[in-house]
Nanobody, 116 residues
Framework: QVQLVESGGGLVQPGGSLRLSCAAS?????????MGWYRRAPGKERELVAR???????TYAESEKGRFSISRDNVKNTVYLEMNNLKPEDTAVYYC?????????WGQGTQVTVSS
């Protein structure tokens, strides 16, 4: 069993930055195969934002390349999503995701609103 606690969402103006954090507990962090962030905007399907594998390999959605950066801290058992140059279309609920031994785990979600 894995518990995920997200933080760092909020209201930011266009062009601003936010950093999301997802702290994992309930398992040895290095055993987690893949961690990532997804988001669901109003009226849209949930979509991948970024993910990072155990070996550090990262993948980003095309629209986030160059603006977002995902990283993990194996000491703090935490994965981060650094978001820069935020746009109104980035407004969504962001969910932390973990894949461990073939099982998917999700955080409760954190709201990110980009608006002037």
């Amino acid at each position: 069993q894995v518990q995920l606690v997200e933080s760092g969402g909020g209201l930011v103006q266009p062009g601003g930055s936010l950093r999301l954090s997802c702290a994992a507990s309930g398992t040895v962090f290095f055993r987690i195969n893949m961690m990532g962030w997804y988001r669901r905007a109003p009226g849209k399907e949930r979509e991948l934002v970024a993910r990072i594998l155990r070996d550090g390999t990262t993948t980003y959605a095309e629209s986030e390349k160059g603006r977002f950066s995902i990283s993990r801290d194996n000491v703090k058992n935490t994965v981060y999503l650094e978001m820069n140059n935020l746009k109104p279309e980035d407004t969504a609920v962001y969910y932390c995701h973990v894949l461990l031994n073939g099982v998917n785990y999700w955080g409760q979600g954190t709201q990110v609103t980009v608006s002037s």
